[in-house]
Nanobody
């Protein structure tokens, strides 16, 4: 079992920055990939970015490339999402997710079905 708790969401203006955190517990954090997804109002959940177990491999959706940065601190069992130059279309509930299989893989899943555990989500609202 893995427990994930997101934090850091809020209401900001366009052009501002936010940093989301996701604290993990329950399994060896440094053995599995992590991802961030988001679900805008009235839309399906979509992939934002992912990071491999070591942090050596990352992947971004085109819509956030160059503005968002994912990172992880395996000593703190935490993954981060630094979001810069936020736009109103970034408004969504943001979820972190854990992909445990296979362990120590460089694979980054882009579909929700690749991830076994999910946090409860944190709301990000960007006003224009």
């Amino acid at each position: 079992q893995v427990q994930l708790v997101e934090s850091g969401g809020g209401l900001v203006q366009a052009g501002d920055s936010l940093r989301l955190s996701c604290a993990a517990s329950g399994r060896t954090f440094a053995s599995y990939a992590m991802g961030w997804f988001r679900q805008p109002p009235g839309k399906e959940r979509e992939f934002v970015t992912g990071i491999s177990w070591s942090g050596g491999n990352t992947y971004y959706a085109d819509s956030v490339k160059g503005r968002f940065t994912i990172s992880r601190d395996n000593a703190k069992n935490t993954v981060y999402l630094q979001m810069n130059s936020l736009k109103p279309e970034d408004t969504a509930v943001y979820y972190c997710a854990a992909d445990l299989h296979p362990p120590l893989s460089t694979r980054i899943g882009v579909y929700p079905t690749s991830y076994e555990y999910w946090g409860q989500g944190t709301q990000v609202t960007v006003s224009s």
